[in-house]
């Protein structure tokens, strides 16, 4: 079956993914002051209310990427992923079903820990199921199934606006249910991860999924080799060293591992890339734009984000390696940003009619996150963060890193309305200021992962390794030099 069968798998949990961009792009919409009938049934709930059902989300996932790390671990990644689906189909369905508030936040809290769990879980899955040379293809599916879920949200916010009932917001809220209860139940016939399943001593089950995923008729030897691998890493982890959640820090490799996988989740929230997919409207309005034409921009815009996505994961990625793009997005990023309040500052306004300037800041923020944040950040973190932990801790410090990205979103998303109230264009530059931070922390502290299989990683981050030949078991001390070659291609 082989790699498009692998392929499959990881596309079909990016369900997951899709969810997660989905449920954060859909509630946007319902709660805004064109869903008439919800604002009706739910008699015109204050900013208070509002403030509650949009980030009850937030704190739910932030618990539920906290509670899948170990989950993952004992039960392993499919059964986690389903766990996740069948929360969300909970969680949705007291949503649409809501008959007053406390439903709605309840539903809303529900949701977000299953997607807190999913968004952990799913990119790790992938991850451990697919090939070091496109593992970041393959991974990197995750970042554009949630694009796609932004933007099929957008589309559905649209179109429901128009309806002249319940249905106007319940509809748009049922739409979750599908994809979660399809992810669950389809998960049922998908393999588990091979690296799992060796940690659980399920050795031929391991070998058979890694042939199913991996195989075709010439390369049987590298399907041999690669098991052999997971198998001596595996194994030589579980003699050696504990599975305490203190061992995320117990050495200095191990915490620069840590360390790196939360910088690339917080660096993510702090691209900026939250005031521009929940608060875009409030940007073009900033410009003088009104009505559908700043619905019809955002769909653009989420439209060229996920195609970007995609060319990005398929021809850059596992190319170029993560270190570059993720430099070069930071810097983009800041610009288009500088451009961005410069144009704010100049020729902005909600009364603003100045119609090139308009399309130039219109385009800035396309620009923005359409390509510098789809080809950097975007897809990356979920890449990376899944990649640099050994076996034994690696799903405690995935949910780490994703704790800190739900961390670093709710207080982004909490104080952007108050920053772009007050500091209006000048909000833009805190960014410019970020982005650049962003690009010297990748620069001086991150090491490059492409290519490495996940057995290789101790090398990389300068951890004691065993040369993953079969017929030398003797251990080493990474050198400078291996460290070298291995750590740092930038
Ligand atoms: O638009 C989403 C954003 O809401 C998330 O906070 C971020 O982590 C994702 O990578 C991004 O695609």
């Known amino acids: 079956?082989?790699?498009?069968?692998?392929?499959?798998?990881?596309?079909?949990?990016?369900?997951?993914?899709?969810?997660?961009?989905?449920?954060?792009?859909v509630i946007g919409s319902v709660v805004s002051k064109q869903f008439d009938q919800f604002q009706t049934f739910f008699h015109n709930p204050g900013p208070d209310i509002v403030g509650a059902i949009v980030s009850?989300?937030?704190?739910?996932?932030?618990?539920?990427?906290?509670?899948?790390?170990?989950?993952?671990?004992?039960?392993?990644?499919?059964?986690?992923?389903?766990?996740?689906?069948?929360?969300?189909?909970?969680?949705?369905?007291?949503?649409?079903?809501?008959?007053?508030?406390?439903?709605?936040?309840?539903?809303?809290?529900?949701?977000?820990?299953?997607?807190?769990?999913?968004?952990?879980?799913?990119?790790?899955?992938?991850?451990?199921?697919?090939?070091?040379?496109?593992r970041g293809f393959l991974t990197g599916l995750t970042q554009f199934m949630i694009s796609i879920g932004f933007l099929v949200a957008n589309w559905v916010g649209y179109g429901c606006q128009f309806l002249r009932n319940d249905a106007q917001w319940r509809v748009p809220l049922a739409i979750q249910i599908f994809p979660a209860a399809l992810l669950f139940l389809g998960m049922?016939?998908?393999?588990?991860?091979?690296?799992?399943?060796?940690?659980?001593g399920r050795h031929d089950e391991a070998l058979a999924v890694v042939?199913?995923?991996?195989?075709?008729?010439?390369?049987?030897?590298?399907?041999?080799?690669?098991?052999?691998?997971?198998?001596?890493?595996?194994?030589?982890?579980?003699?050696h060293y504990s599975t305490k959640f203190s061992d995320l820090w117990s050495t200095k490799p191990m915490l620069r591992r840590t360390l790196t996988g939360i910088a690339v989740q917080v660096c993510t929230q702090f691209t900026g890339i939250n005031v521009s997919s929940y608060f875009q409207p409030t940007l073009y309005a900033a410009l003088g734009l009104s009505g559908s034409k700043i619905l019809m921009i955002t769909g653009i815009n989420g439209a060229l984000g996920a195609i970007m996505t995609i060319i990005f994961i398929y021809f850059i990625l596992d190319r170029v390696g993560r270190k570059p793009p993720?430099?070069?997005?930071?810097?983009?990023?800041?610009?288009?940003?500088?451009?961005?309040?410069?144009?704010?500052?100049?020729?902005?306004?909600?009364?603003?009619?100045?119609?090139?300037?308009?399309?130039?800041?219109v385009a800035f923020i396309i620009i923005f996150s359409a390509l510098f944040f789809s080809c950097s950040f975007?897809?990356?973190?979920?890449?990376?963060?899944?990649?640099?932990?050994?076996?034994?801790?690696?799903?405690?410090?995935?949910?780490?890193?994703?704790?800190?990205?739900?961390?670093?979103?709710?207080?982004?998303s909490q104080v952007s309305p108050i920053g772009m109230a007050r500091l209006q264009y000048r909000f833009y530059i805190l960014f410019v200021v970020t982005n650049i931070a962003n690009a010297l922390i990748v620069f001086f502290f991150f090491?490059?992962?492409?290519?490495?299989?996940?057995?290789?990683?101790?090398?990389?981050?300068?951890?004691?390794?065993?040369?993953?030949?079969?017929?030398?078991?003797?251990?080493?001390?990474?050198?400078?030099?291996?460290?070298?070659?291995?750590?740092?291609d930038v």
């Not at 016939?189 to 690296?195: A, E, G, Q």
């Not at 008729?217 to 982890?237: D, G, P, R, S």
């Not at 144009?343 to 902005?348: D, F, L, M, T």
């Open 1 to 25: 079956m082989g790699l498009f069968f692998n392929f499959s798998v990881c596309l079909f949990s990016a369900l997951g993914s899709f969810l997660f961009g989905y449920d954060s792009g």
């Open 56 to 134: 009850t989300f937030a704190g739910g996932c932030f618990f539920g990427a906290a509670t899948a790390g170990s989950l993952a671990t004992r039960i392993g990644r499919k059964r986690t992923i389903q766990i996740g689906a069948l929360i969300a189909v909970l969680g949705c369905s007291l949503q649409t079903g809501a008959r007053n508030v406390s439903y709605l936040i309840v539903g809303r809290l529900i949701a977000g820990f299953a997607i807190g769990c999913l968004s952990m879980v799913v990119p790790l899955y992938q991850s451990e199921i697919s090939p070091p040379e496109i």
């Open 188 to 200: 049922f016939i998908l393999p588990y991860s091979p690296r799992w399943l060796v940690e659980q």
């Open 211 to 239: 042939q199913r995923l991996h195989g075709t008729e010439e390369n049987t030897e590298f399907i041999k080799l690669e098991f052999a691998e997971m198998l001596e890493q595996i194994q030589y982890e579980r003699e």
């Open 326 to 361: 993720l430099i070069f997005g930071a810097i983009g990023m800041s610009i288009s940003l500088a451009v961005e309040a410069a144009i704010n500052a100049k020729w902005g306004g909600v009364d603003s009619t100045n119609h090139p300037a308009q399309t130039a800041g």
């Open 378 to 412: 975007g897809p990356v973190s979920w890449v990376y963060q899944s990649e640099i932990f050994p076996m034994r801790i690696r799903a405690v410090g995935t949910a780490v890193c994703t704790c800190a990205n739900w961390a670093a979103n709710v207080l982004i």
């Open 447 to 488: 090491p490059e992962t492409k290519g490495k299989s996940l057995e290789e990683m101790d090398a990389v981050f300068g951890d004691q390794v065993i040369p993953h030949a079969l017929e030398t078991k003797q251990v080493h001390n990474v050198t400078a030099e291996d460290e070298k070659s291995g750590g740092s």
